[in-house]
Nanobody, 125 residues
Framework: VQLQASGGGWVQVGGSLRLSCVVS????????MGWFRQAPGKEREFLST????????RYVDSVKGRFTISRDNAKNTVYLQMNSLKPEDTAVYYC???????????????????WGQGTLVTVSS
């Protein structure tokens, strides 16, 4: 399974970005997808996850109401729409795939067995 993340960049405080992650090598509709981020000197943290159909999602409290995860199974792509960005959102953002067919939504980093290369988001004041 290969994951290619894109859409990062520089944005001012309060701005928006949409990250995309294209998946190949596996039937996309069988994958639980997640987004994580890692700021300098910090652990990689869970942000959001979405189930196979896109009908269920979960978010970390710090991004609820600002970030929206979605997926387009026809395009093998998962998205992360990020609004009202803050300087503390500056990080490398990673998409990840969980191939388990029984686990369901999970926030655990170790449950995701495939990762994209990361895309840098910089929020400047």
């Amino acid at each position: 399974v290969q994951l290619q993340a894109s859409g990062g960049g520089w944005v001012q405080v309060g701005g928006s970005l949409r990250l995309s992650c294209v998946v190949s090598g596996r039937t996309f509709g069988t994958l639980i997808m997640g987004w994580f981020r890692q700021a300098p000197g910090k652990e990689r943290e869970f942000l959001s996850t979405i189930d196979w159909s896109g009908g269920r999602t979960r978010y970390v409290d710090s991004v609820k109401g600002r970030f929206t995860i979605s997926r387009d199974n026809a395009k093998n792509t998962v998205y992360l729409q990020m609004n009202s960005l803050k300087p503390e959102d500056t990080a490398v953002y990673y998409c990840a795939a969980d191939t388990s067919l029984v686990r369901g939504l999970t926030t655990g980093r170790d449950n995701y067995n495939y990762w994209g290369q990361g895309t840098l988001v910089t929020v400047s004041s």
